[in-house]
């Protein structure tokens, strides 16, 4: 089975986008629908596909001070994009520690599910 994983992000300006992520596979939009869309364009998959859409709440996968600190990165690297240039080496990788917390944290909450709806 195919676990798919939508996270709202928020951007600088305090509009949200979403992140569809499914295994190693990550797509963007603007709608929860969009990212989705664009992240089914990238798989190549005849399985089924259990898709989970994340509410910025802190859970026991991915704590309240991990979100607020991808937050603040993700906003700093937006900055430095936007500028043309780049976080430190420190920055980039928390930046990515906490990417891949959360992407296997979105594994980790699509197995519970997946666990409580056999029962």
């Known amino acids: 089975?195919?676990?798919?994983?939508?996270?709202?992000?928020?951007?600088?300006?305090?509009?949200v986008t979403y992140s569809a992520i499914a295994g190693e596979n990550q797509a963007f939009g603007n709608t929860a629908g969009e990212a989705l869309d664009a992240l089914t364009?990238?798989?190549?998959?005849?399985?089924?596909?259990?898709?989970?859409?994340?509410?910025r709440?802190?859970?026991?996968?991915?704590g309240r001070e991990q979100q607020r600190r991808l937050e603040s990165l993700m906003t700093r690297w937006?900055?430095?994009r936007d500028r043309g240039l780049s976080?430190?080496?420190a920055e980039q990788q928390e930046l990515?520690?906490?990417?891949?917390a959360e992407?296997?944290?979105s594994a980790l909450r699509a197995?519970?599910?997946?666990?409580?709806?056999?029962?």
């Open 1 to 15: 089975m195919t676990r798919v994983s939508i996270v709202p992000i928020q951007d600088s300006t305090g509009g």
């Open 96 to 100: 990515e520690t906490l990417v891949a």
């Open 78 to 80: 937006r900055e430095a």
């Open 87 to 89: 976080l430190s080496d």
């Open 103 to 105: 992407l296997h944290a």
């Open 111 to 119: 197995a519970s599910i997946a666990a409580e709806s056999r029962q």
């Open 41 to 55: 364009a990238l798989m190549d998959t005849d399985e089924n596909t259990l898709v989970i859409v994340q509410h």
């Open 57 to 62: 709440h802190p859970d026991t996968f991915f």
